[in-house]
């Protein structure tokens, strides 16, 4: 893939739910999720801007598995919203799980977005909950600094990456995801079925080398 010159006003890096839980030894692990943190680490000082996600649930929320009796992490129900994947209890408000990465050298983000919060309402993009009409007011702050193009990294690649970037996509932003910065969860084919979704949604795939 040719290079792809970063413009200090107009692109910014955003990392996503780089945080314990995602990664090995977390309570929602994806494999190899660590092996990013080298990779962001790099990016960051190639950008002017960069902005962070971090998952934020409350105790209990709707999305983890043990909020739902009988039901078993990785199960599907029914919410308000639609079809939700039940998950193990992860990235509780104000715990480890939560945290970022020590080793994540993000001292210089501009702005942390916190998903989640909502009691009911899972969130996977960086745009929306999972309901897909409440915002979480990314949109309009990347539109008022003046950003048109975002690159994204992050966990996990088939779900919150995944999303944002289709999300990213359809509101009118360029969004490039660099594929070495993140690691997938792949259940049941999603990997193959966000790469699809993010090349649909006009996403372009790349690799961090290709940035200058």
């Given at each position: 893939?040719?290079?792809?010159?970063?413009?200090?006003?107009?692109?910014?890096?955003?990392?996503?739910?780089?945080?314990?839980?995602?990664?090995?030894?977390?309570?929602?692990?994806?494999?190899?999720g660590?092996?990013?943190?080298?990779?962001?680490?790099?990016?960051?000082?190639?950008?002017?801007?960069?902005?962070?996600?971090?998952?934020?649930?409350?105790?209990?929320?709707?999305?983890?598995?043990?909020?739902?009796?009988?039901?078993?992490?990785?199960?599907?129900?029914?919410?308000?919203?639609?079809?939700?994947?039940?998950?193990?209890?992860?990235?509780?408000?104000?715990?480890?799980?939560?945290?970022?990465?020590?080793?994540?050298?993000y001292?210089?983000?501009?702005?942390?977005?916190?998903k989640?919060?909502?009691?009911?309402?899972?969130?996977?993009?960086?745009?929306?909950?999972?309901?897909?009409?409440?915002?979480?007011?990314?949109?309009?702050?990347?539109?008022?600094?003046?950003?048109?193009?975002?690159?994204?990294?992050?966990?996990?690649?088939?779900?919150?990456?995944?999303?944002?970037?289709?999300?990213?996509?359809?509101?009118?932003?360029?969004?490039?995801?660099?594929?070495?910065?993140?690691?997938?969860?792949?259940?049941?084919?999603?990997?193959?079925?966000?790469?699809?979704?993010?090349?649909?949604?006009?996403?372009?795939?790349?690799?961090?080398?290709?940035?200058?």
């Amino acid at each position: 893939m040719p290079a792809l010159t970063t413009d200090d006003t107009t692109d910014a890096l955003l990392v996503i739910d780089v945080q314990n839980d995602f990664c090995p030894k977390g309570a929602l692990a994806v494999p190899k999720g660590d092996e990013v943190v080298p990779v962001v680490n790099r990016l960051i000082p190639r950008f002017a801007h960069v902005l962070l996600t971090q998952d934020w649930h409350p105790p209990g929320h709707r999305s983890f598995a043990s909020a739902h009796a009988g039901k078993r992490p990785f199960e599907t129900t029914e919410l308000s919203y639609g079809t939700q994947v039940l998950w193990p209890d992860h990235c509780v408000q104000g715990t480890e799980g939560a945290d970022f990465r020590r080793d994540l050298q993000y001292g210089k983000a501009e702005l942390i977005i916190r998903k989640g919060f909502r009691l009911e309402i899972d969130s996977y993009s960086a745009f929306f909950e999972n309901d897909r009409r409440t915002p979480t007011g990314l949109s309009g702050y990347l539109r008022t600094r003046g950003f048109k193009r975002l690159f994204m990294a992050g966990l996990a690649t088939d779900f919150c990456v995944n999303y944002s970037a289709v999300d990213g996509a359809a509101l009118g932003f360029e969004v490039v995801v660099l594929e070495d910065g993140c690691r997938a969860i792949d259940l049941v084919g999603s990997l193959a079925a966000a790469k699809d979704a993010m090349t649909k949604a006009g996403v372009t795939l790349a690799t961090s080398g290709a940035v200058l």
